[in-house]
């Protein structure tokens, strides 16, 4: 995937295509900007104007609830005109290319397209042939990178364990099909995390997958020893050709988050799945509505990062609608900026 997409030329974040390649500096500046953010779910008013007159398409070609209304979500906060396109209604279920549905759309002077899709490199496609005022935010394609899934589990740790360096992580499940763990390692790579470890069975762990800079285990019991932070992953069965897990019962036993296992990983450890869960499959009811899981903020926090990544990839323009969209952004920054982390 070419990375150099997603900046301009004075390095300024243009797109958000993957986490792969961003800076440890562009990932606190998202995360900082989020957190000026996070209070706004609280107040009366829910708005602020820094994308009033801007048009937000969130372009799913898969089903999605929970990203799909985040970003949505995200988008009206800032004030933005949002449409959902229905993809199943859309010119694409009739023969229509992605590209001419995308032209198309264009005309109709979108600002934004939040894309998702089932093909790995879907949102680089598009981000090469849009126009230089159109932005694009990756909200998932194929097995390749879901990176404000990514950015959100990021902010959900640094608001739970503080810094990076000092933290040993497992991720766990089915690494081999997972958008989210590959944003999750390029982000916790660039963070400068002090050891990151994946674990699951050897059907469900990509080839070389050491060459990620991870450490690989097949025994959850060893790679969950005296861990920070608990990311379980979903089993991503609509992707898998053939089996992988002799049954569900039996990778449960294995690979599923109890209070047994979760007892091995440090006492302040926390747990986090990027949703949605299968309860008795991922995860048991206890571990996942238990006092270590930080499942439901990472939900909250979502909000906070999307509008993050939106005002920062639209406040590049270079239009005076868009400098003034800068000073605001600024501004919005400015109470996390004034308490600089310690």
Excluded: C, W
């Excluded at 008013?45 to 929970?66: A, D, H």
């Excluded at 060459?211 to 069965?237: F, H, I, S, W």
């Excluded at 302040?268 to 996942?288: K, T, W, Y």
Aim: proline share 4%.
């Amino acid at each position: 995937m070419n990375q150099g997409l997603q900046f301009d030329d004075t390095g300024r974040l243009r797109h958000l295509l993957t986490t792969e390649g961003l800076s440890r500096q562009t990932i606190v500046e998202i995360l900082d900007t989020a957190e000026s953010f996070i209070s706004m779910g609280e107040r009366e008013i829910k708005k602020i104007p820094l994308l009033r007159g801007k048009t937000v398409v969130n372009l799913f070609f898969e089903s999605s609830t929970r990203t799909r209304t985040t970003f949505e979500i995200a988008a009206k906060r800032l004030s933005a005109d949002v449409i959902n396109l229905n993809v199943s209604a859309s010119s694409t279920s009739k023969g229509e290319t992605l590209l001419d549905t995308i032209r198309n759309l264009e005309a109709m002077h979108t600002d934004l397209f939040v894309v998702r899709h089932a093909e790995s490199g879907a949102a680089h496609m598009i981000a090469r042939h849009v126009p230089a005022h159109v932005r694009i935010i990756n909200a998932g394609d194929g097995r390749h990178a879901h990176p404000t899934q990514g950015l959100l589990d990021m902010f959900t740790i640094r608001r739970h364990k503080g810094a990076f360096e000092k933290l040993k992580v497992a991720i766990v499940g089915d690494i081999l099909h997972s958008r989210v763990a590959r944003s999750q390692i390029h982000a916790l790579k660039a963070l400068g995390v002090a050891e990151l470890r994946v674990v699951a069975p050897k059907t469900l762990m990509p080839t070389a997958v050491e060459k990620l800079g991870v450490r690989p285990y097949t025994r959850m019991e060893e790679g969950l020893e005296g861990v920070d932070v608990v990311m379980m992953l979903r089993l991503q069965r609509e992707r898998m050709q053939g089996a992988y897990i002799p049954s569900e019962h039996e990778y449960f036993n294995l690979y599923g988050l109890t209070p047994a296992k979760l007892s091995l990983a440090a006492k302040d450890a926390i747990v986090m799945h990027p949703g949605p869960m299968n309860r008795g499959l991922e995860i048991d009811s206890a571990v996942a509505d238990g006092p270590q899981s930080v499942i439901l903020p990472q939900v909250t926090y979502g909000i906070a990062v999307r509008m993050a990544v939106m005002a920062l990839i639209m406040g590049g323009a270079s239009t005076s609608r868009e400098s003034g969209m800068r000073d605001s952004a600024s501004k919005a920054r400015a109470p996390t900026e004034r308490k600089k982390r310690k």
